[in-house]
């Protein structure tokens, strides 16, 4: 597929341009409150040099701290910028947050697995449940040297079976585990393990910062957030936010920007 195509159907598979800030999602003829809120960002490139990197993280901490009753935020790789000293700067920027966030590995996260472990306190692959009732599964796809690697496809398997009794269960990676971006890696071993759990309502990813849309597989969601630091992508830097509603099962998400929260595409999973 020509990477042009292919952004073209990304943008277009149910996207719409909403001029509507910091709406919540469930408010769009959904039920009035959401049972678990979280949100997404990607490619901060925290010391990228020759960017404002520090002016494009507090212009996120600012736009989370406007959205209302939020859970935690995952930080989804690429949160520096190659050189492993930075990695204490940026979590003393992500400490400001007023919420709970985890993280994943990017491919500029250039810091050994001791680093990682000892400054984040959480494992380059890690899982959790939130509320009882929501499984999150945190993945790893990259090194030291920055390689695009393939996830742990035993451990995310590991995991989704002791998720498979829980409502839902949402899977984070930063690398595409498929050729269908133009940086990403062909994983079908992860493709077909996400794919044959049911509760599995999405998966999302980091890494192209052109990318912002929809993708499935097997007809399970493939998520992009685009970016929001960096010297590359998009011209608006983005995040993403999930709202599981207080039925438990309406799931809505949607693209928002960091400036004024527009919302840019939404969609149900």
């Not at 959904?30 to 020759?50: M, V, Y």
């Not at 995991?159 to 269908?180: D, G, M």
């Not at 890494?207 to 929001?228: A, E, N, Q, R, T």
Request: glycine share 6%.
């Amino acid at each position: 597929m020509q990477r042009r195509l292919f952004l073209q159907q990304v943008s277009l598979l149910s996207s719409s341009l909403l001029a509507a800030p910091y709406l919540s999602i469930a408010e769009s003829g959904k039920p009035a409150l959401a049972r678990l809120k979280f949100i997404t960002a990607s490619d901060g490139h925290w010391g990228q040099p020759n960017t404002d990197f520090e002016t494009s993280h507090r212009n996120l901490i600012e736009a989370i701290g406007k959205e209302e009753h939020v859970d935690f935020v995952v930080f989804n790789g690429d949160l520096i910028h190659d050189a492993p000293g930075l990695m204490p700067e940026v979590k003393k920027v992500y400490d400001t947050l007023k919420v709970p966030y985890y993280v994943t590995r990017g491919n500029h996260d250039r810091v050994s697995p001791e680093n990682w472990l000892q400054i984040w306190k959480q494992p380059e692959d890690f899982a959790f449940v939130s509320k009882e009732k929501h499984g999150f599964i945190l993945l790893n796809c990259s090194n030291q040297e920055g390689k695009y690697l393939c996830a742990n496809v035993a451990f995310a398997k590991s995991k989704l079976e002791e998720f498979k009794n829980l409502p839902q269960v949402f899977v984070f990676v930063h690398i595409s585990q498929n050729t269908w971006t133009q940086h990403g890696v062909s994983c079908s071993d992860l493709l077909d393990t996400i794919a044959a759990y049911p509760n599995v309502k999405a998966t999302f990813h980091g890494h192209d910062h052109d990318v912002d849309g929809i993708m499935l597989y097997k007809k399970k969601p493939f998520l992009w957030s685009g970016h929001f630091g960096g010297n590359w992508g998009n011209p608006f830097p983005s995040y993403r936010v999930c709202e599981i509603a207080e039925d438990g099962k309406t799931v809505v998400t949607c693209l928002k920007t960091v400036k004024d929260g527009t919302v840019l595409n939404k969609h149900s999973l």
